[in-house]
């Protein structure tokens, strides 16, 4: 069994940052491909990025390209996503998850463990 652990969340304003961390434990964390998704009031959980086992090979929904960085440290059992230049439409509850996949997920249903999530809201 693994158990995923947010924390960073927080209220910020228009234009600051964010550094969120998923703890893993369990397990062990190279076995995981991990990923952070989010999901807003009233809307669908969406992906937010991903990472391989190695960290080698990320993926980016579009609408963080750029203003978004994920990563994970093998060595603390640790994936953090960075957010810089956050906006209102940021505001959401984000969830790490982690998929046996190892490789980057194709998609959602390919995660076997989620977190309980962290809030981030973004004021204007």
């Known amino acids: 069994q693994v158990q995923l652990v947010e924390s960073g969340g927080g209220m910020v304003q228009a234009g600051g940052s964010l550094r969120l961390s998923c703890a893993h434990s369990g397990r062990p964390f190279t076995r995981y491909a991990m990923g952070w998704f989010r999901q807003a009031p009233g809307k669908q959980r969406e992906t937010v990025a991903a990472?391989?086992?190695?960290?080698?090979?990320?993926f980016y929904a579009p609408f963080v390209k750029g203003r978004f960085t994920i990563s994970r440290d093998n060595a603390k059992n640790t994936a953090s996503l960075q957010m810089n230049s956050l906006n209102a439409e940021d505001t959401a509850v984000y969830y790490c998850a982690a998929s046996s996949k190892r490789v980057v997920p194709a998609g959602e249903r390919e995660y076997d463990y989620w977190g309980q999530g962290t809030q981030v809201i973004v004021s204007s």
């Open positions: 990472i391989d086992w190695s960290g080698q090979s990320t």
